[in-house]
Nanobody, 125 residues
Framework: QLQLVESGGGLVQSGESLRLSCAAS????????MGWFRQAPGKEREFVGG??????????YYADSVRGRFTISRDNAKNTVYLQMNSLKSEDTAVYYC????????????????WGQGTQVAVSS
């Protein structure tokens, strides 16, 4: 079983930055594709970004709405994935979740097996 714990959410003003962390435990971290998703009130959970690695290469994936503003990174020694969010906008307000799955990358949340509890991000305009 893989456990995921997010942290780093908070309230910021438009244009500011936040870094979210997702700490994994219980399994070999590098065996999983990691994804970040978010869910705003009344909306469906949506893909934000993802990271996978294979044969020594790392692959990054971003939703169009965040590409160029958000950056995903990982620290294998700490079993942690990060989501650096810059130039935040009010529409980025949501609960952010990290998730993990085995196999190929997917941007569909239904294909992820492990989830963190979520961390709230609120951006005031």
């Amino acid at each position: 079983q893989l456990q995921l714990v997010e942290s780093g959410g908070g309230l910021v003003q438009s244009g500011e930055s936040l870094r979210l962390s997702c700490a994994a435990s219980g399994r070999t971290f590098s065996s999983y594709v990691m994804g970040w998703f978010r869910q705003a009130p009344g909306k469906e959970r949506e893909f934000v970004g993802g990271i996978s690695w294979s044969s020594g290469d790392t692959y990054y994936y971003y939703a169009d709405s965040v590409r160029g503003r958000f950056t995903i990174s990982r620290d294998n020694a700490k079993n942690t994935v990060y989501l650096q969010m810059n130039s935040l906008k009010s529409e980025d307000t949501a609960v952010y979740y990290c998730a993990a799955r085995r196999g190929a990358f997917s941007d569909r949340y239904i294909y992820y097996d492990y989830w963190g509890q979520g961390t709230q991000v609120a951006v005031s305009s």
